[in-house]
């Protein structure tokens, strides 16, 4: 089954504690971004990433880090995690990046006390 | 101005009759346009993509984008209680992935 994993699916944790999302497809795109949701601004973009070892800052990149070492994975990294980072995070993969093809992530909820 | 603007609603309207949902958006050279639907607390999935002027119908779901007047529009028709989520717009503008909506709440009553 072609799909998007995230894990994990609910956080809380206290600021400044190092933590990783990962997110991970089995359908081989090159094209995988992370988003956050926060209500009444949409989905943001964070970062991109085009293809191993190319990524790229979205609108939001500030706070996070990201890696892309292998084709399938493209974990997101909160280096010292702050309230403001209190969101619904979603990973997206797509054989392209207009959006026809885009699979989303069941989501991450992160709470940081 | 934002990049692409919705009204956040919610619209609400009667089951079975035709819901119509609004986008617009600022950059002329957007290319491709997407209508997502969201479940609370689930993730998007794409119901409707369109991508030249005029009409494009796909069951009681029917895109309609304007690129002169940079809208992009969805009408749901029939109207059913399962149609109540929140509906995003994309916006592909050729340079990176999607930019999106903050999205409209369509509550269909029973």
Same mark, same amino acid.
């Given at each position: 089954?072609?799909?998007?994993?995230?894990?994990?699916?609910?956080?809380?944790t206290?600021t400044?504690?190092?933590?990783?999302?990962?997110? #991970?497809?089995?359908m081989?795109?090159?094209?995988?971004?992370?988003?956050?949701?926060?209500?009444?601004?949409?989905l943001?973009q964070?970062y991109?990433s085009m293809?191993?070892?190319?990524?790229?800052k979205?609108d939001v990149p500030?706070?996070?880090?990201?890696?892309?070492?292998?084709k399938?994975?493209f974990?997101?990294?909160?280096?010292?995690?702050?309230?403001?980072q209190?969101s619904l995070?979603?990973?997206?993969?797509? #054989?392209?990046?207009?959006g026809?093809?885009?699979?989303?992530?069941?989501?991450t909820r992160l709470t940081?006390? | 101005q934002?990049?692409v603007?919705?009204?956040?609603?919610p619209l609400?309207v &009667?089951?079975g009759?035709i819901?119509?949902?609004?986008c617009?958006?600022?950059?002329?050279?957007?290319?491709s346009?997407f209508?997502?639907? *969201?479940?609370?607390?689930?993730? &998007?999935?794409?119901?409707m993509?369109i991508y030249?002027?005029g009409?494009?119908e796909?069951?009681r779901?029917?895109a *309609?984008l304007?690129?002169?007047?940079?809208?992009?529009?969805?009408?749901?028709?029939?109207?059913q &209680?399962?149609?109540s989520?929140?509906?995003?717009?994309?916006?592909?503008?050729?340079?990176r992935?999607l930019?999106?909506g903050?999205g409209?709440?369509? *509550?269909?009553?029973p």
């Amino acid at each position: 089954e072609a799909q998007v994993t995230q894990n994990p699916r609910y956080l809380i944790t206290v600021t400044g504690k190092k933590l990783t999302v990962t997110c #991970s497809q089995n359908m081989n795109h090159e094209y995988m971004s992370w988003y956050r949701q926060d209500p009444g601004l949409g989905l943001r973009q964070i970062y991109y990433s085009m293809n191993v070892e190319v990524t790229d800052k979205g609108d939001v990149p500030e706070g996070y880090k990201v890696s892309r070492k292998e084709k399938r994975n493209f974990p997101l990294i909160l280096e010292s995690p702050s309230p403001n980072q209190t969101s619904l995070y979603f990973c997206a993969s797509s #054989s392209h990046p207009r959006g026809d093809e885009q699979f989303f992530g069941p989501g991450t909820r992160l709470t940081v006390l | 101005q934002k990049e692409v603007e919705q009204n956040s609603g919610p619209l609400s309207v &009667p089951e079975g009759a035709i819901a119509s949902l609004n986008c617009t958006y600022s950059d002329r050279v957007s290319q491709s346009f997407f209508w997502y639907r *969201q479940y609370s607390g689930k993730s &998007p999935e794409l119901i409707m993509s369109i991508y030249s002027n005029g009409d494009k119908e796909d069951g009681r779901f029917t895109a *309609q984008l304007n690129k002169a007047s940079q809208y992009v529009s969805l009408l749901i028709r029939d109207s059913q &209680p399962s149609d109540s989520a929140t509906y995003l717009c994309a916006v592909y503008t050729g340079r990176r992935a999607l930019t999106f909506g903050s999205g409209t709440r369509l *509550q269909v009553q029973p």
